[in-house]
């Protein structure tokens, strides 16, 4: 697995997006930056890191027509490969916040961006981006927001949790399969945060309800269970789990 590791780019994704565009690259090539100018999150939010203290990398996969509709299982994978990197690093109280945030004691220390090239109803390459607050201790305003650092009290070297993730990452996407959905979403909704709870949505006008989460579907839409037992999915433009 190749890594090309740089001080500073505007992101990861966009450099790696640009250099698949350029020349022909190896499968599971990783681009690390220190640094990113502009890094993104999901929903067009921005992904803003204390520069040389946590890890934004992103990861290029190729695939060989990864029908479109296993989408999420491209997720559901990446997640779980981080959640056991994290695990073999004894990251206490793990879970994954629907669609892919990593939680540890409820706090976000990780987010993913997934990049998808398509052609026609294939999924042919995806650019994996993986920000995880590694070494920062401070974050202002963000109080569900943590690291490795602050939960176990102890500095992390960037490069060895790096090579951890991108082992258990390449594990995961070499054997990616459709026919492992099941088994996959099973592990998922094992470490699916609030999943039976009662919990706090909101729409995106501000209005909020109770609900319980029962799962996640195959199309990656969150199953919420409502007053009277009313089943509604959503997707994450639809919905955000508050707590
Ligand atoms: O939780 C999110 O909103 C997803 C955040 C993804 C951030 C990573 S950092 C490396 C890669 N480059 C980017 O610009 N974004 C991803």
Redesign the pocket.
Known sequence: MEIIKLNATN????YLKNLIKEKPIADLSCVWALS?T??????G?S?V?EPGKNL???VFKKFDQLPSEYHFLLNMEVSLAIFRALKKLYIPDLAVKWAN?ILSAKKKIC???IENTLHKEYITASVI???LNVNQLFFNDLPNVSSLQKIMGHPFDLEEVLLLILHELEAALLSLSPTRFEEVLDEYHMHLFRKDKPSTFEYPDGQRFMGYIRGVSHNGQLQVEQEDALMSSFSLKEVKLLY
Do not use: H, V
């Not at 992101?11 to 966009?14: A, D, G, I, V």
């Open positions: 992101s990861t994704n966009t990113q502009q890094g993104r999150g999901q929903q939010a992904w890191a934004t990398f992103s945030d987010g993913i961006l981006g993986i920000g």
